[in-house]
């Protein structure tokens, strides 16, 4: 992303963002609620467009200066090569937990059944929910139901994985189990894109780490240099914020 922006109207929530995300690594965004994180988020995977500024993702540069907007087969491919896994699950309550999995590689992709099927099955033993392929959402915790949220973002395989806070609408003791899918998934090299306020994933797992404010990247490194020895004075008070709760 260069000089990256987005307004809703006369509000601007990103500011001329600069981020680069190396292949094979994970960045976890951090930072206080309206900072522009689950913006800049959907912006790498154009469910929301940029207002100004370029994008470079796989063979792609969308230059949106002058509002410009890239055309639809463009915005597919993007699509198709980036997954996003929710904050609220947003899985089909009329498919089985099997089935929500085969939507995409099915529909999107025009796979072989039997060839969505295996790798839903696959996918699901990986998540630990093997014996829930019958099963509807409702019938699952909201643990569960997070991880097939992971487990149907990977079966299109993208280059690049989104999650918007994947663990926050869980209760505390289901928190781990996603949490485990996803180290499982960077252990890999899967590049993904983590908004989270679990600070310890963030240290052990991230490969760098942003702090947002106001629609800026105040702060960047690497987890020891952000977390442990931060030099701006809104990191440190977010920090220690974060650390009273």
């Known amino acids: 992303m260069t000089k990256l922006k987005k307004s809703f109207g006369n509000n601007e929530v990103l500011k001329g963002v600069n981020l680069k995300i190396e292949a094979g690594s ?16 959907r912006c790498m995977n154009l469910l929301e467009q940029p207002t100004e500024g370029t994008l470079q993702l796989l063979h792609y540069t969308l230059d949106f200066t002058g509002n410009k907007k890239p055309d639809k087969q463009t915005v597919l491919d993007i699509r198709k090569n980036t997954g996003m896994v929710f904050q609220s699950y947003n899985l089909f309550p009329h498919r089985t937990v099997l089935e929500n999995i085969m939507e995409g590689p099915v529909i999107v992709q025009k796979k ?4 969505a099927k ?8 990986k998540v630990g929910l093997a014996d829930k392929a019958d099963a509807y959402p409702h019938q699952l915790s909201g643990g569960q139901q997070q991880r097939v949220g992971i487990a149907r973002a990977v079966a299109m395989e993208p280059k690049l994985l989104l999650f918007d806070e994947p663990t926050s609408a869980l209760d505390p003791e289901l928190v781990g ?14 590049t993904m894109a983590v908004v989270t306020h679990e600070m310890k994933f963030a240290y052990e797992v991230a490969d760098k780490v942003i702090f947002m404010d106001n629609g800026v990247v105040v ?17 440190k008070a977010f920090l220690s914020r974060i650390e009273e709760q």
């Open 219 to 235: 702060e960047e490194g690497t987890p020891q240099q952000v977390l442990q020895n931060p030099t701006n004075e809104r990191t």
């Open 26 to 41: 994970v960045l976890v965004i951090i930072g206080p609620s309206g900072s522009g994180k689950t913006t800049l988020l």
């Open 112 to 115: 072989r059944v039997a060839e």
């Open 177 to 190: 189990e996603v949490l485990k899918v996803m180290r499982e998934l960077a252990s890999e090299g899967m």
């Open 118 to 125: 295996a790798r839903a099955q696959q996918l699901l033993a």
